[in-house]
């Protein structure tokens, strides 16, 4: 099956991309790297009237600090923050979950802000960037606004972007040189979204556990982490029983699956 037919419109600036969006109708689609809206197009799982191309876009394409905070132009692809090494503790972390995001081909090609902006529970950036506690930044026919990744994915596939705007930057405070992380996914083979996703930040003060690949945005279990950073990595079964009163809808086997997972996260976070 190919796609149906539909306008095309490459934009070079993030005014002409909202400016257009803004007067094109409500179907009218954003593509970054394709990765996902390209399959779609062809299944026929979306059909706009109008595609506009944000690829051509430098300013999208950066990678900045700013004031303590990493600000990451959402046409950054997987393989540019797995390549990118400045030789920081975020820098790294970022290099060690795009690495194992499906194959090179697709990380040449795929970016963070389409995965985020696409809000599949599944996908590695949008746990991990829940971990690192990521902002977005969005740009619309009212200007620019900003929001916490916690309010901007309201639920599986659904974002809080309003009508003409546009996901332009994902931002991150950086980690301290001595941070540690564990992230652990658990997928049938390479290439595949995860049935199951860990991960696990000590940065300073701060600790945060998250559960991802759910039916729903991820999850937090930071009681569970600051009692880790005391007692060492908890059992399966203490983490079942934790996801058991935040995710009560998943069976035993399942619940068991996410444990496991969380578990060794931990364990990577933690040696």
Known sequence: ??????????????????????????????????????????????????????????ELKTIQK???????????????????????????????VASTIAFRSVRNRGTIGG????????????????????????????????????DFVLGTFTTALKRGEILESIEVAELRPDARWGIYKVSQKIGEFPKAIGAVLYDGPISRAVLGA?????????????????EGTPSIATLSDAIALIVPELDDIDRHIYAATLERAFKRALT
Not at 75 to 90: F, I, K, N, R, W
Not at 120 to 140: F, K, Y
Not at 218 to 223: A, G, K, S, Y
Request: aromatic residues 2%; contains cysteine.
């Open 66 to 96: 700013v004031s303590g905070r990493r600000v990451i132009g959402a046409c950054v692809t997987h393989a540019m923050l797995e390549d990118h090494d400045d030789g920081s503790s975020l820098a790294r972390c970022l290099a060690g």
């Open 115 to 150: 995965s985020i902006a696409h809000a599949d529970p599944a996908a590695d950036w949008l746990t991990a960037m829940t971990m690192l506690n990521a902002s977005v930044r969005l740009s619309g026919p009212g200007g620019r606004r900003t929001l916490p990744l916690s």
């Open 214 to 230: 759910l039916d729903r945005p991820p999850v937090m279990l930071n009681d569970i982490a600051d009692r880790a950073r005391r």
């Open 1 to 58: 099956m190919k796609a149906a037919p539909f306008g095309y419109f490459a934009a070079t600036s993030v005014q002409a991309a909202v400016d257009e969006l803004a007067a094109a109708d409500a179907d009218a689609r954003v593509m970054a790297g394709g990765q996902t809206l390209g399959p779609m197009l062809n299944l026929r799982l979306a059909m706009p009237s109008l595609l506009i191309d944000l690829s051509r876009i430098s």
